[in-house]
């Protein structure tokens, strides 16, 4: 009786184990999938005052838009007033 017992321990120990395996293979939902990180298209813009596209993280902020140096947006904004 004492085997018969420890059988059946085996036995759901086994279940648990094969049930648990499963699910790890078992594939992943769509979204849930760990992609690498695809590097970020670097946004453009213009320059107002001259058109000279380049990327925004090196672009002179001003008041209305991007320059493409602290010269053009001087000429462009400075100029108008
Ligand atoms: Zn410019």
């Given at each position: 009786m004492k085997y018969?017992?420890?059988?059946?321990?085996v036995l759901v120990a086994a279940y648990?184990?094969?049930r648990?395996?499963?699910?790890?293979?078992?594939p992943l939902p769509p979204g849930s999938v760990k992609r690498p990180k695809?590097?970020?298209p670097t946004v453009m813009v213009a320059c107002l005052?001259?058109?000279t596209h380049l990327p925004?993280?090196?672009a002179i902020r001003g008041q209305r838009g991007s320059y493409c140096s602290h010269e053009h947006r001087r000429?462009?904004?400075d100029g108008t007033r």
């Open positions: 018969l017992l420890v059988l059946a321990v648990i184990w094969k648990n395996r499963r699910r790890d293979d078992s695809a590097i970020a005052q001259c058109g925004e993280a090196e000429l462009s904004e």
